[in-house]
């Protein structure tokens, strides 16, 4: 069977020449499958996970259908911050021969700029709760809008997004072209589709993920432990980039700074710091500057982070579905991974829900580990130490 590219699938001569200078080649299978409906105006919901490629996919849509000066004609919802910088940067660059105009909207930052920037504005990509903002103060002008992408739409919606969603969509022409992109499908999900959509084609791929090359295990310890056996681990692995999930923003501070005490590079990043600081941060990581990433899932999803050798979870998700976005961040592209647990006693109701949809999670023996230097303890809950319990294996 012949290798189809990005010319057969149609895609335009101003993106060809982008990727061309990119030096992007060959297809991913969601962009194989979407872009030619995407070209055709037809509305789409494609089932993929983060480093699929989806991006460039309703990026060709976006190129195509704006034309510079026309006012805000194209409109991609995100759901945080760092994912619309994410996503405009990368709309920049796919745009770059066809000087559309991309203004990002999203909170954190003055919105002074940003009312400026929308008054000239072809494309934007915007989170919910700015967007609604700008709309109230009549600072927007979305009347124009022909294509609305909706992208990482399961986040947004788990983040309570939406009734601002449909109070965007309002503020839209109900003549358009809508594209929802969405790792996993919930009601809401659903309630998208049957109220907004016009008889969209669902598109589903294969995990990115090498379930052959991602190798999962937890380890029974300690809540006294913990911390040490994550020093222990990450000491004698520097093979690639590290990222350490947990589940709330104190963990992650009591983690990054504990770890920099014991000599390991760290950065902790999560909603409570300002723009400039986390969008800093994720420079750093993706450079290599620091080694491990600590962060809440919030903050992390739907970044496209390249070279994750390793995922631990120092705190087990709350809903299962979490760990498999968490672990889909290593053993991509033909690369190996690994995704650690590191399992304490008030882990363990977590775990059996995760346990209860993945039979791949092997469990490893506690190795010996030297007791880490521990200089920081956040204030509340989490500075208790609890009782030892028995342990389990699953």
């Known amino acids: 069977m012949k290798t ?3 010319k057969s699938l149609g895609v335009t001569n101003e993106i060809l020449r982008s990727l061309e200078k990119q030096r992007i080649e060959i297809p991913t299978e969601i962009q194989k499958k979407t872009i030619p409906l995407i070209l055709k105006g037809k509305d789409v919901i494609g089932g993929s996970k983060t480093g699929s490629g989806k991006t460039l996919a309703f990026s060709c849509g976006i190129i195509k259908t704006t034309m510079p000066g026309h006012g805000i004609q194209s409109l991609v919802l995100v759901p945080t911050r760092e994912l619309a910088e994410q996503v405009g940067s990368a709309l920049k660059k796919f745009s ?29 990509v915007a989170t919910p709760g700015r967007l609604l903002d700008h709309i109230n103060r009549n600072t927007v002008n979305l009347k124009a809008v022909k294509i609305l992408v909706l992208d990482e739409a399961d986040l947004m919606l788990d983040m309570g997004f939406l009734r601002d969603v449909e109070k965007i969509i309002r503020a839209i022409p109900t003549k358009r072209q809508t594209l929802l992109f969405s790792a996993t499908v919930s009601r809401d999900i659903q309630h998208l589709e049957e109220k907004h959509m016009n008889r969209p084609t669902k598109i589903s791929v294969e995990e990115f993920v090498d379930p052959l090359k991602l190798a999962q295990s937890y380890i029974d310890v300690s809540s006294q432990e913990k911390f040490s056996l994550l020093v222990n ?12 999930f947990c589940n709330t923003r104190r963990n992650t501070e009591f983690v990054s700074k504990n770890l920099k005490a014991n000599g390991i590079q760290s950065c902790a990043i999560h909603g409570g710091l300002t723009q400039h600081k986390r969008k800093q941060i994720l ?43 968490r672990i889909g961040r290593t053993a991509r592209a033909g690369k190996d991974g690994q995704a650690i647990t590191l399992l304490s006693e008030r882990d363990h109701e977590n775990f059996s829900k995760v346990m209860a949809i993945n039979d791949n999670i092997e ?21 208790r130490r609890e009782p030892r319990r028995p342990r389990r294996h699953y």
């Open 4 to 6: 189809k590219t990005f």
């Open 233 to 244: 681990l990450l000491s004698h692995e520097k093979s690639g980039l590290v990222m350490v």
């Open 96 to 124: 770059k021969f066809k000087k559309i105009d991309i203004a990002n909207v999203y909170g954190g930052v003055s919105i002074n700029p940003q009312i400026t920037q929308l008054k000239f504005a072809d494309a934007v």
């Open 363 to 383: 469990h490893e023996e506690l190795p010996r580990i030297k007791r880490a230097k521990i200089v920081f303890r956040p204030q509340g809950r989490f500075a």
């Open 283 to 325: 420079s750093d990581f993706h450079k290599g500057k620091t080694y491990a990433l600590i962060c809440t899932d919030v903050a992390a999803r739907g970044l496209d982070i390249k070279g994750v050798s390793h995922i631990y979870n120092y705190d087990v998700c709350k809903e299962a579905k979490q760990y498999v976005h």
